[in-house]
């Protein structure tokens, strides 16, 4: 699956050609191409809808020149955004959104919530960096057009949640996931309201923290018995927080580290340290135990469960390990060497980082101005609380909604990138396992059994913007639940593999049957290279 070049069916070269090596006094082949069966798409504006149904007096004020965004050259396209009180009353805050309408006749009648984690991280990043219809990515010249934006899919929604987060208005007073939950959910009703979209099926989605917000949102939504304004079909989070710190953290992380082996250059002293450790902690014990398929029983509360327990730390054992060889190592896609690119959210990876005279995207007044945010300052990743006292006192949603909204939904997504070492995939795994929906506890069948994920050959070949194809991870579903890996991607998949996130999106929406389905993408069914 890795030999890219046996892959292309017929021999012409396209935009994708020979990267430089003359510094090594190598000149590469050409990259091979497959020939292109149909008009190559356009670069040039999004699609512009005529006389959108959005376009209302209730929507004014929340208009977007779609041409005047600082720095961006293109025309993002109709979209609104602004600040959406959570009740009447403007005392109870205001979240913040931004809402672009799809021009797929399929989106007609739903919309999909995109939010990103932390907690206290903006919606903006995924926005700018993930499956917006914009992409300013780490170390990028200059925003682009994102030919993988979702917005291609069905309507979009990127939300600033809970009160605390990025533009969002109003005290902190969430302390727990029901509190974060009803404030989504007043927001959400004024925002129907506002666009006249009573009745849509609503997907949920969010990465990282949302492992909390979005099965607890999804909760909430199908509780509330009401199709008109929270009519749920479907969740998607990826790398999420589902079970206890331990279970993603330090129980894997041996595991994680045999598996990645000299891609972390850690020494083979260091590597004798961490398995023993793992083993005195329990760590290895408990995973080799209970990453079993069936399950046996329920599984038992792990070792140190909140990481409670600082010799036995293994996850920072090796983050402080593989950072003294690679001080650029990213918690968040290991495979990230120096250097350290400028981000202009602030945040390239596993820490902060604004070089000199380098300014915040959603931190410019022009910016803010254009977007109807309030003009103030604004933070990647809130340095308030969002919770009172910082504490979030739901438990986590594996251990509490997550499975029953897998029963109530049409679909329950879990994707995980496998270079992600702060969430990692057999943590999800575990929690998966102790899970009882469906009436079982469990996959009844593990990883050895799960099929190849396929995304389709594609000519989406832009260099700012170049995804991959072919088989890029796995997946298994059972009873409503899919989980599905991204072998070379970090924590951000729609960042990282944004090909790979378009197709768990056309799942997701109901518009494949499954993951390994080797049919085009559904957008693009004229120019697509379906295989076998
Ligand atoms: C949108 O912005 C562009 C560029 O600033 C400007 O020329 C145009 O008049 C604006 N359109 C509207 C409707 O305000
Ligand atoms: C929020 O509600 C207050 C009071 O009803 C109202 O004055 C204000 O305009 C609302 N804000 C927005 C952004 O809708
Ligand atoms: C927030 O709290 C402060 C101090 O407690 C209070 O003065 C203010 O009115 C509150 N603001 C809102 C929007 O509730
Ligand atoms: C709710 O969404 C489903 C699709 O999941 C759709 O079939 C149904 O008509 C919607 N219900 C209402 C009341 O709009
Ligand atoms: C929703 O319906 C269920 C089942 O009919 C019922 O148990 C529950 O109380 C209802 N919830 C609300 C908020 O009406
Ligand atoms: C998960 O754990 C299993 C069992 O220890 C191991 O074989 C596998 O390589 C691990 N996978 C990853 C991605 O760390
Ligand atoms: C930490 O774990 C080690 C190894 O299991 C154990 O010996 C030690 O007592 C633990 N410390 C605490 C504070 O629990
Ligand atoms: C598994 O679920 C049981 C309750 O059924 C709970 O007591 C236990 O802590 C859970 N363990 C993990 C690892 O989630
Ligand atoms: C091996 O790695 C550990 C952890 O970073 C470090 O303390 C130790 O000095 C390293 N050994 C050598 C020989 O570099
Ligand atoms: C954000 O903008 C404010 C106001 O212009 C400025 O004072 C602050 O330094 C900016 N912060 C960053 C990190 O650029
Ligand atoms: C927050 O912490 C303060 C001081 O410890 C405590 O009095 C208060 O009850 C806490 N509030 C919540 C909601 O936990
Ligand atoms: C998304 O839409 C744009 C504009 O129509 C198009 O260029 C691009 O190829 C589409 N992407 C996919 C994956 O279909």
């Given at each position: 699956m890795k030999l890219f070049s046996l892959l292309f069916a017929s021999l012409l070269t396209t935009a994708v050609t020979a990267r430089s090596a003359q510094h090594v006094g190598k000149k590469l082949p050409t990259l091979e191409a497959r020939q292109p069966q149909?008009?190559?798409?356009?670069?040039?504006d999004f699609p512009r809808r005529q006389n959108?149904?959005?376009?209302?007096s209730a929507t004014q004020k929340y208009?977007?020149?779609?041409?005047?965004?600082?720095?961006?050259?293109f025309d993002i396209g109709e979209s609104y955004a602004g600040l959406m009180n959570?009740?009447?009353?403007?005392?109870?805050g205001a979240l913040y959104f931004w809402f672009f309408p799809s021009v797929?006749?399929?989106?007609?009648?739903e919309v999909l919530i995109w939010l990103n984690g932390?907690?206290?991280?903006?919606?903006l990043e995924g926005f700018l960096?993930?499956?917006?219809?914009v992409l300013w990515q780490y170390g990028t010249y200059k925003p682009v057009q994102n030919p993988w934006t979702w917005v291609n899919l069905t309507n979009v929604v990127w939300v600033e949640q809970?009160?605390?987060?990025?533009f969002t208005q109003g005290?902190?007073?969430?302390?727990s996931e029901k509190d974060v939950a009803a404030q989504f959910m007043g927001f959400f009703k004024n925002f129907v309201d506002t666009f006249a979209m009573q009745g849509y099926t609503v997907y949920i989605s969010g990465e990282s923290y949302a492992g909390y917000y979005v099965p607890y949102l999804a909760d909430a939504f199908l509780n509330a018995?009401?199709?008109?304004?929270y009519n749920l079909s479907s969740i998607l989070v990826y790398?999420?927080?589902?079970?206890?710190d331990s279970i993603g953290d330090n129980i894997p992380t041996a595991s994680f580290v045999d598996y990645w082996g000299p891609l972390l250059d850690l020494n083979a002293t260091f590597l004798e340290q961490l398995h023993n450790t793992s083993e005195a902690c329990g760590y290895t014990q408990y995973l080799n135990d209970n990453?079993?398929?069936?399950?046996?029983?329920p599984l038992p509360t792990p070792p140190y469960p909140n990481d409670n327990n600082d010799t036995c730390n293994t996850w920072n054992m090796v983050y402080q390990a593989a950072s003294a060889v690679?001080?650029?190592?990213?918690?968040?896609?290991?495979?990230t060497t120096c250097p350290l690119l400028w981000d202009v959210l602030g945040f390239p990876g596993s820490f902060d980082y604004v070089p000199?005279?380098?300014?915040i995207y959603f931190n410019l007044t022009d910016v803010q101005t254009v977007i109807n945010a309030p003009v103030q300052e604004w933070y990647?990743?809130?340095?308030?609380?969002?919770?009172v006292n910082r504490t979030d006192n739901s438990p986590p949603s594996g251990l509490s909604v997550l499975p029953s909204v897998i029963d109530r939904a049409d679909r329950v997504i879990l994707g995980h990138g496998?270079?992600?070492?702060?969430?990692?995939y057999n943590g999800t795994l575990l929690a998966v396992q102790n899970m009882t929906f469906g009436g079982m506890q469990?996959?009844?069948?593990g990883p050895d059994s799960f099929e190849d994920a396929y995304v389709p050959y594609h000519e989406e070949y832009q260099l700012g913007t170049l995804a991959g194809a072919g088989v890029m991870g796995q997946f298994h579903t059972e009873r409503g639940l899919t989980v599905a890996t991204v072998d070379?991607?970090?924590?951000m998949v729609p960042q990282y593999a944004p090909s790979a996130a378009y197709r768990h999106v056309e799942f997701l929406l109901g518009?494949?049957?499954?993951?390994?389905?080797?049919?085009?993408?559904t957008t693009m069914s004229n120019t697509s290279y379906g295989r076998d």
């Open positions: 149909s008009k190559v798409h356009r670069r040039g959108s149904k959005y376009d209302t208009v977007v020149n779609g041409t005047s965004l600082p720095y961006v050259d959570i009740t009447d009353d403007a005392d109870d797929n006749p399929a989106a007609e009648k932390g907690p206290g991280c903006s919606s960096q993930e499956n917006g219809p809970p009160i605390g987060t990025g005290n902190v007073t969430a302390t018995n009401d199709t008109t304004y790398d999420g927080v589902y079970s206890y990453l079993v398929f069936p399950p046996k029983g690679n001080p650029c190592f990213d918690i968040y896609q290991v495979a000199d005279g380098a300014f990647e990743c809130s340095p308030i609380n969002v919770f496998l270079l992600d070492f702060i969430l990692q469990g996959f009844q069948s070379l991607s970090g924590h518009r494949i049957p499954d993951l390994g389905y080797r049919g085009p993408f």
